[in-house]
């Protein structure tokens, strides 16, 4: 079976000189939901922005059977959906339904059916009632709901996200987890909350300093590398 | 107002800007019946009157920079005609952009003309502006939070803000890229020009005109 995901020998290194990943090989294989653990600045979000092209390092990035490069990012994008760690990033548009309904419009898809669709992702996250409001009058937890919409949107065939249950309160994270485990795509998650990843996923990869140090079951990663916040 | 279609808007603006550019004896006439037709404007849609005349002294420190060249150079009437003339178009343009989409009037702007590389760098410069706030807000609250700032932190603060700005920039625009952005805005209700659009349009270049000629025949 021919993995959506398969990355050999990625390495790369900022512009300041600092190698961000240094030979990092991963696959990721259709319907399976992947936790990313690791310190900050271990290199998981560079890995993430190598998946649809908007970094590019040396090494072999392959998206379901195409190679990653400037050539086929336009098509790999289409693909790999990206929710960035910080939604202000990500929402620009004057309007919630606006900013769902960008990517769709990027895409060449006619504005009555983006808007069914933007809608329709609204409704997913649990955010159509906002869908007339300005992005930046919502508060944490709910730009990152309508940041989460725009991607599923798109309907991407892998979903890459960021640190998705920053900002979230317990019942948002849980109301997440529950509306994850529901797509179909395969998922790749960068997280630090082993709860979430446990409830998400069903493998994890450690990220030490650039390179994968491990992969396994989130609970034997998790236990391996102490990366579990104790309770008592 | 906000339910016409861009072009319904900027046709006219196009008129009233050439009308108000050429009149010169008639000023006076035309200037008060241009803050007519503006007020009516801003009263038809529903916007703070007095906050969109305020928000039209945007151009004033630069067009009064000139002004003030041509006082000292002892034209005080010339400086006088340029003030009012370029306050009177800011108030219109204000006017115009309040009351439509921004992708909508990019678009419409592009169909009649305007280079497309042109339009997507104003409104790249458009949502940073926001970027820029949003940082020096952060970064005003997070020092008023310590005891304020002197001016000397200010200053240095100034050039802290322009890189975390750049910084921010650079990745909202690969946020943009990751959602297949070509450079090109795309409108979510992409602009009909209707029968009601095209009397609007007509309506408001009369007046224009009508006023025009008014204002030199009164001169």
């Known amino acids: 079976m021919q993995p959506l995901v398969e990355v050999a020998g990625l390495t790369y290194r900022y512009e300041d000189g600092t190698e961000a990943l240094k030979g990092v090989n991963f696959r990721l294989m259709a319907g399976e939901s992947v936790a990313l653990f690791g310190a900050n600045g271990s290199g998981k979000s560079t890995f993430a922005r190598h998946l649809n092209g908007l970094l590019t390092g040396t090494g072999k990035v392959e998206v379901c059977g195409m190679e990653v490069s400037s050539r086929t990012a336009s098509s790999i994008r289409r693909k790999v959906g990206l929710v960035f760690q910080d939604s202000d990033t990500q929402l620009f548009m004057p309007t919630v339904l606006e900013d769902v309904a960008f990517g769709l419009l990027n895409q060449g898809i006619a504005p009555d059916e983006a808007r069914k669709r933007a809608m329709a992702a609204l409704d997913r996250a649990g955010m159509l009632s906002a869908m007339s409001k300005a992005p930046y009058h919502l508060s944490a937890g709910e730009k990152k709901r309508v940041a989460i919409a725009g991607i599923l949107a798109l309907e991407p065939e892998i979903l890459v996200l960021d640190e998705p249950t920053t900002f979230l309160d317990p019942p948002g994270q849980r109301a997440l987890a529950e509306l994850l485990r529901n797509l179909p795509q395969a998922k790749i998650l960068i997280t630090h909350d082993t709860p979430f990843a446990l409830a998400t996923c069903t493998r994890a990869v450690f990220f030490r300093e650039g390179v994968v140090e491990a992969e396994g079951t989130v609970r034997s990663i998790a236990d391996r590398f102490g990366w579990e916040f104790p309770v008592h | ?219």
């Open chain 2, 1 to 219: 107002m906000h339910r016409r279609d861009p072009a319904a808007k900027l046709l006219p603006l196009g008129v009233f800007l050439v009308a108000l550019a050429t009149v010169h004896r008639g000023l006076p006439w035309m200037a008060a019946g241009a803050v007519t037709i503006l007020a009516a404007g801003f009263l038809a849609a529903r916007l703070p009157i007095g906050r969109a005349f305020l928000r039209g002294t945007v151009v004033l420190p630069f067009t009064g920079t000139v002004a003030l060249i041509s006082w000292l150079s002892g034209d005080p009437a010339r400086a006088l005609e340029l003030l009012v003339k370029s306050y009177l178009s800011a108030l219109a343009v204000v006017l115009v952009v309040a009351t439509s989409p921004l992708p909508g009037l990019f678009r419409r702007l592009e169909l009649l003309g305007i280079p497309p590389f042109l339009l997507m760098v104003a409104q790249l410069v458009y949502r940073y502006l926001f970027v820029i706030a949003g940082e020096a807000a952060h970064m005003r609250t997070a020092a008023m939070s310590r005891g304020g700032m002197s001016f000397r932190a200010a200053a240095g603060a100034v050039a802290v803000l322009f890189a975390r700005s750049h910084e921010r920039a650079a990745a909202i625009h690969q946020a943009m890229l990751a959602r297949g952005f070509q450079g090109q805005f795309m409108p979510l209700l992409p602009p009909r020009f209707s029968t009601a659009d095209a009397l609007f349009a007509a309506g408001v270049i009369s007046a224009v005109l009508v006023l025009r000629l008014a204002s030199e025949r009164a001169a």
